[in-house]
């Protein structure tokens, strides 16, 4: 079980403040991602990286962006809220194992819930 | 392309009903992995079994059990004598290999009234 936390755990903000979720894991892992949840349930990837200096965008367009300075690092940054940005935000990791048939299980955190009025 | 699919939106039961979530895959990799998560109300996504497409022996934990079925591209789940704190959102995904990246189905929301 990976141990990966998120900070804040809840936001609520006026629109056009910069906001930056946190995100950190401590079990090493190579890749992260970020997902953006609505209250639909459906589970939408935003970001990943696959190391340090490493980010791609995931398949929902987003107006975040992201930076992976350190491994357990994954912050994401939104320069100006808007409502649209209302969400969770989960943040995740994985590792490669050691063997060929790595594995590579996501373990996610405990997510930000971001309201922007 | 991939694609994962949870037809049943939400199910509600009764305390200590069986219950079984059904989950239907797409994929044309031979080698692949699906997962089984539970999202309680707190938010957090619990990571529940990983099942290799080279695997298809049936697991059981305790009251969760999962049936993984290549022929039919089916991967369920199914909770016995169901409790109020099994109730939660729960997503099947599939990763294909040589990627890192998660398709995630759109979620059954599993509702246990006492």
């Known amino acids: 079980e990976a141990d990966i936390y998120q900070t804040p755990r809840y936001l609520v903000i006026g629109t056009g403040k910069k906001i930056t979720l946190e995100c950190s894991q401590t079990?090493?892992?190579?890749?992260m991602y970020w997902y953006q949840q609505d209250p639909g349930m459906e589970l939408h990837l935003i970001h990943y990286?696959?190391?340090?200096?490493?980010?791609e965008k995931g398949d929902l367009s987003s107006e975040s962006t992201v930076s992976r300075i350190r491994t357990e690092h994954f912050p994401l940054t939104l320069e100006s809220a808007r409502p649209s940005h209302t969400s969770q935000y989960l943040c995740a990791s994985s590792g490669s194992g050691r063997t060929a048939a790595s594995t590579d299980t996501q373990y996610f955190g405990p997510g930000t819930r971001l309201t922007v009025l | 392309a991939q694609k994962v699919t949870q037809a049943q939106t939400e199910i509600s039961v009764v305390e200590k009903e069986d219950v079984t979530l059904d989950c239907v895959y797409e994929t044309r990799d031979t080698t692949y992995y699906l997962f089984w998560y539970k999202q309680p109300p707190s938010g957090e996504l619990v990571f529940l079994i990983r099942r290799n497409s080279f695997d298809e022996q049936n697991e059981i934990s305790g009251r969760y059990s999962w049936n993984f079925q290549k022929s039919t591209s089916s991967f369920n789940f199914t909770i016995t004598a169901s409790q109020v704190v099994d109730s939660a959102v729960y997503f099947c995904a599939l990763r294909e290999s040589g990627y890192s990246t998660l398709t995630f189905g759109k979620g059954t929301m599993l509702l246990v009234s006492p």
């Open positions: 990286s696959y190391g340090v200096n490493s980010t």
């Open positions: 079990m090493g892992h190579d890749k």
